[in-house]
């Protein structure tokens, strides 16, 4: 199946400082990137829906001025968060959906970045 | 806009046990259904998935999972589970003709004891 890797798989942050995680589509153009955070219950929260050459489309509640998100090509989306602080702290995943295909494919997922601000 | 409902949080079952993870959905139109895998740390893997057809829908390594329209469920099955199954498993709906954004279940947790 297609692969999206995703970097770091591991990051620990200061308090109040950015950091920025990458999401790659290797053997395919995926046109829409999701963003999810998985909370220590596991359950899976999308954060935002990243689509390549326009704004991210944020679920409510996100907040768009500290996660955010750039999806400058058809192979790359990143997630930045911005001024993080320990409550942040959690595992995100992306996963990406290959370009013109729509709810009948599966979403092919990254491995996670797990995030820990100190 | 549609929902899914794992009911179990965890699930523990002996090795080569037989075993059954629930999955309800709600829509209000026609849906595709899903079932994930997650090991520890790790992102997440498509096990199985219903798009139309057959209502049985089996896996490379044992799971199945039927669609039961009726009782809106698809549940994901295994006659005999091995250690290696140990996992989160996760069931997603993608509403067809819809924004395509699949929406997970909070999760199972398979825990196999030897």
């Known amino acids: 199946g297609a692969v999206v890797s995703q970097h770091p798989s591991r990051v620990i942050c200061k308090s109040g400082t950015s950091v920025k995680i990458e999401c790659r589509s290797l053997?395919?153009?995926?046109?829409?990137m999701f963003w999810y955070r998985q909370f220590p219950k596991k359950s899976l929260m999308l954060m935002a829906t990243?689509?390549?050459?326009?704004?991210?489309?944020?679920e409510q509640g996100v907040e768009k001025d500290k996660f955010l998100i750039n999806h400058a090509s058809l192979t790359l989306s990143t997630l930045t968060v911005t001024s993080a602080h320990p409550e942040d702290s959690s595992f995100y995943i992306c996963?990406?959906?290959?370009?013109?295909?729509?709810?009948?494919?599966?979403?092919?997922f990254g491995q996670g970045t797990r995030l820990t601000v100190v | 806009a549609q929902s899914v409902t794992q009911l179990d949080s965890q699930v523990p079952v002996f090795e080569e046990a037989p075993v059954e993870l629930r999955c309800n959905y709600s829509?209000?139109?026609?849906?595709?259904l899903f079932w994930y895998v997650q090991y520890p740390n790790q992102g997440l893997q498509l096990l199985l998935k219903?798009?139309?057809?057959?209502?049985l829908v089996e896996s490379i390594n044992g799971f199945e999972a039927e669609f039961n329209k009726s009782q809106t469920s698809f549940h994901l099955r295994k006659p005999s589970v091995h250690i290696s199954d140990t996992a989160e498993y996760f069931c997603?709906?993608?509403?067809?003709?819809?924004?395509?954004?699949?929406?997970f279940g909070r999760g199972t947790s398979l825990i196999v004891h030897p």
């Open positions: 829509s209000s139109v026609s849906v595709y």
């Open positions: 053997d395919f153009q995926a046109t829409t």
């Open positions: 990243s689509n390549e050459g326009s704004k991210a489309t944020y």
């Open positions: 996963s990406a959906r290959e370009a013109g295909q729509g709810g009948n494919t599966e979403a092919f």
């Open positions: 219903y798009l139309s057809g057959s209502t």
């Open positions: 997603a709906v993608s509403e067809s003709g819809g924004s395509y954004i699949p929406t």
